[in-house]
């Protein structure tokens, strides 16, 4: 047969056929059609954007995907399905990537942290190892522990690691600028899980009224700053204020005025004035055990 007519011969073939000659691993052959999107039947709906995909993949890899198509199937060619969780555009595209190549990508810390949440609402479990794995390798310090237990809460693994440092080094982060970065959740998961408790009571006093300063608008109302630091939770009753001395109790009360009520200021200094401590507390304090 002449080279003229091969090379007629090879224009002719179907682009499948010559696509599939180089394909060499069922891998590589789905990752492909993930990439061109041939033969795809579904159609998922996420925030504003849409992303073709294959029904049967889906199905194969993921334990909620594979009920949610049992709930929506159609004799139409293209079934279009709105996922409605509360899940990141970025992160569902991870999610759908990792699904056909079983590969995360060089992703930042913050897109690894969207790509587990897509993974964990969709039962990857694979995908969500991978990701942990990723977040194992982050470097807690006193300058970020705030900001990752705020961004990663609901990561358990890296919330742990993130508690074990904070165990282990409470007083420079109690001390740091970074516990202004702290939702009043994560300062709440703080105080109230006793990390700090071996802290002086006047340097958790101190660092509470700073941290709620540095969330207000108006600076030096401390009637503002008692309201943040009792509702919706009592980190104030945290603080060891029931462990002050007098002379630290008096400086408190001039330094932050209408921080305590004129009651509650009696009540403590009752408090301290007895060795045997007073059973007439503020209902929010709450002794160290």
């Known amino acids: 047969m002449s080279t003229k007519t091969n090379q007629q011969n090879e224009k002719t073939k179907p682009k499948q056929q010559r696509w599939q000659n180089e394909i060499k691993s069922l891998k590589a052959g789905i990752a492909y059609i993930y990439q061109t999107k041939e033969f795809a039947d579904i159609q998922l709906v996420v925030g504003a954007r849409k992303f073709k ?30 996922i409605r969780d509360d899940i990141p555009e970025d992160g569902f595209e991870y999610l759908l990537r990792y699904i056909y190549t079983d590969e995360l990508g060089n ?14 609402k ?7 190892k991978l990701c942990e794995d990723r977040l194992a390798e982050l470097e807690i310090t006193c300058d970020n522990v705030c900001t990752f237990l705020d961004q990663f809460s609901d990561i358990e693994s890296v919330k742990k690691k ?6 282990n080094n409470s007083l420079s982060v109690l001390t740091s600028e970074n516990l202004k970065e702290a939702s009043t959740n ?7 899980g006793g990390y ?20 207000l608008a108006t ?13 919706p ?9 029931n462990k002050l001395n007098i002379p630290e109790l008096q400086k408190a009360l001039a330094q932050y005025e209408n921080l305590i009520t004129a009651e509650e200021g009696f009540q403590f200094f009752m408090n301290a004035n007895f060795s045997s401590g007073s059973k007439r507390l503020p209902a929010w304090c709450k002794i160290d055990d």
């Open 122 to 128: 969709f039962g990857q479990k694979g995908m969500m």
């Open 196 to 215: 700090f408790k071996h802290a002086p009571p006047i340097t958790r006093l101190r660092s509470a009224v700073r941290w709620a300063s540095s969330q």
């Open 219 to 231: 600076k030096g109302d401390y009637k503002l700053v008692r309201d943040l630091l009792l509702n």
């Open 53 to 82: 995909a294959h029904r049967l993949i889906l199905a194969a890899r993921s334990p909620e995907f594979f009920k949610l198509l049992l709930e929506k199937q159609s004799n139409t060619s293209l079934t279009t399905i709105e």
């Open 233 to 241: 939770r009592p980190i104030l009753g945290r603080c060891g204020i």
């Open 107 to 120: 992703l930042s810390v913050d897109a690894v942290a969207e790509a587990y949440r897509a993974a964990a």
């Open 162 to 167: 993130c508690l074990i440092f904070l165990k």
């Open 186 to 192: 994560t300062l709440w998961i703080m105080f109230d």
